[in-house]
């Protein structure tokens, strides 16, 4: 069974500072998908890393595929409060297979104004 | 083009009854994911249909079974319901090729009392 350890569980921050996530598993993955989920809806993907070592940019986002792709991080630079949210890894099975994720459990994060 | 939609969006049941959770996919997607949420446990995969037939399925009792309409809808069934059942049940709809992205809907909240 492929599991994603995912950490901190919560994070508070305020408005402006770093944060990195960590998204953590014994298994390889073919690629791993970031997803914010927002209360009352369904998660939304953000980025989709596929290459070992591969680091992607969104805005003040980065993520990074980690070189044996069984692990990646997720870096919020000067945080605002829109980006609170569960924040989800998911990791797409050694068939490709984007219809069965293996989701971490999440990060919460909230900053503060 | 309207986004995944799923109904009811909130659910009360109580033990040992049983619920049926609606999907609607995004016009032209073919496949239909539905996953478990829970605090615990975080997203877990239930099962997956493609042209109206089960394609993958997770680790959830004989309880738990879905269809698939020939329109794409699909539904998902719990019959007697327990405590532990009480989640947020999420669809998420492709294409149907493996590395298509997946859009997920906002759930249905279901609580067994």
């Known amino acids: 069974t492929q599991l994603l350890e995912q950490s901190p569980q919560f994070l508070s921050i305020q408005e402006g500072e770093n944060l990195t996530v960590y998204c953590n598993s014994s298994?390889?993955?073919?690629?791993l998908q970031w997803y914010r989920q927002e209360p009352g809806e369904g998660p939304v993907l953000l980025v989709t890393?596929?290459?070992?070592?591969e680091v992607k940019k969104l805005k003040r986002l980065t993520f990074q595929f980690g070189d044996a792709r069984k692990d990646s991080s997720l870096h919020i630079t000067a945080a605002q409060p829109g980006d609170t949210g569960l924040y989800l890894c998911a990791g797409v099975g050694s068939g490709g297979s984007n219809y069965k994720l293996t989701f971490g459990k999440g990060t919460l994060l909230t900053v503060n104004p | 083009k309207a986004g995944v939609t799923q109904t009811p969006r909130y659910l009360i049941k109580t033990r040992g009854q049983q619920v049926t959770l609606s999907c609607s996919p995004i016009?032209?997607?073919?496949?239909v994911s539905w996953y478990q949420q829970t605090p615990g446990q975080g997203l877990q995969f239930l099962f997956e249909y493609f042209s109206e037939t089960q394609r993958n399925k997770g680790n959830f009792p004989g309880r738990f079974s879905g269809r698939q309409f020939s329109n794409s809808r699909s539904e998902m069934n719990v019959s007697t319901l327990e405590l532990g059942d009480s989640a947020l049940y999420l669809c998420?709809?492709?294409?149907?090729?493996?590395?298509?992205?997946?859009?997920f809907g906002p759930g249905t909240r279901l609580t067994v009392l």
């Open positions: 998420a709809s492709t294409l149907g090729r493996i590395v298509d992205t997946q859009y």
């Open positions: 298994s390889v993955f073919s690629s």
């Open positions: 016009s032209g997607h073919r496949s």
């Open positions: 890393v596929v290459t070992g070592g």
